[in-house]
């Protein structure tokens, strides 16, 4: 149940950039915007994918995306939960997508509305996850981003292109790695917004948070005991019909539990989506499960913690697509009498999975450190050319100014 939590993401280091090239063979793109075909409001998180390849990325919370490709793209594919799959063409280069989804209408088997002990379906879904993923090692091209807001003042943004390593789920000795290709980073050059507080989160969360393969948090079967489990009405994800088990806590224990709902799909009992919450009714567990480290005098109150896993299954089999976690705290110096909210958000989403004669083990020198940030480390990877040639999520338009505001001002 410990998982979750040992991985670091420094709000504040005053870092400067160094900068240094590299490019590949992504020369063809497509860029669009999505929105909800009825109301034509924004969609965030939404899978986009290049069918028949493993290409892949998610739209920003501007809903806009970018999405690249070593061939020709002729047509893309867009998915989200509670949404119709939808299969458009892509236009001449250069024309942005407008992209219009509609809210799925599948029609629900009356008895499966609230039928079905939702402890065992659990179950058996853990069971089932060594047939349900790959049988052998796979490496996978991933794009990562932190932020941190002062209030609403972005005080801290760092990006990198990432590899991630997966052993075989049936290897018990596999060791799973994440490695650091090319990254950039900005930070306040206000001295008041260097706080020096470590939270957990950082480049390896793509391993160490992907809890179907650890079986971590609300996944190991003896963590189901101190939860209260109930079935909810079937969804639709990618035109599937979902269980959906939703999870609270039922009674004390030594660490902070969680509140959350779990996606499965009906016919494979795969895991397709998990969003847990951390439950803040103790506010020394919930620091305990946050607050890696924070100065002598500074004040830490935990406000929230959440974790969004969504799943992607090709050819039968099922890996981690997309991973967000969102942490928000107040912090002050005793001596004053406000406390100031901060909020840092952690993104990573897989872009690419490598071809079989592709895929070698990421090296103990090339992994990056459980124990490492990624702003401790960004000279080592900086690069000019960070958007080139890299098939990647844009910022959004707020955070490119922000981005602007925080390189040539500082307000």
Known sequence: MN?????LCCL???????????????????RGVVRDADSGRIIPAVAVSVPGTSYATVSNDDGTFVIKSDKPLNSLNFSCLGYETLSLEVPEAGEVMRVRLKRGNLTLDPSLVVSGDPLA?????????????????????????????????????????????????????????????????????????????????GPVMSVD????????????????DFYRLEMLEPR?????MQFVIRLSPAREAPIALQNGTVYIDRETLAFTRIELSLDMSDEGKAIGAMLVRRPPGLRFKPKEMTLLLDYKTE??????????????????WRRRLFATEFTAVAEMVVTNRRERGEVTKISRAE??????????????YSDPDFWKDYNIIEPTVGLEQAVGRLKVTGN
């Open 3 to 7: 998982k979750l939590y040992n991985m």
């Open 12 to 30: 504040a280091l005053l870092l400067p950039a160094c900068l240094h090239g590299q490019s590949d063979s992504l020369r063809f793109s497509a």
């Open 121 to 201: 379906i659990l179950r058996q879904a853990i069971y089932r996850i060594p047939d349900n993923c790959p049988s052998e090692p796979e490496l996978f091209d991933c794009f990562y981003r932190e932020t941190v807001r002062k209030r609403q003042r972005f005080i801290y943004v760092s990006e990198a292109v990432t590899k991630m390593y997966k052993s075989s789920f049936s290897d018990a000795f596999g060791r799973d790695r994440a490695a650091v290709v090319k990254s950039r980073l900005l930070t306040s050059p206000r001295k008041a917004d260097t706080l020096g507080v470590k939270v957990v989160g």
């Open 209 to 224: 948070l992907d809890i179907v393969k650890t079986r971590g948090i609300v996944l190991d079967t003896d963590a189901l």
């Open 236 to 240: 639709p994800i990618d035109g599937r």
């Open 315 to 332: 050819g039968g089999k099922t890996r981690i697509s997309y991973l967000k976690t969102l942490f928000r705290f107040n912090c002050d």
């Open 367 to 380: 992994a990056f450190g459980s124990s490492s940030s990624l702003a401790d480390k960004a000279s080592f």
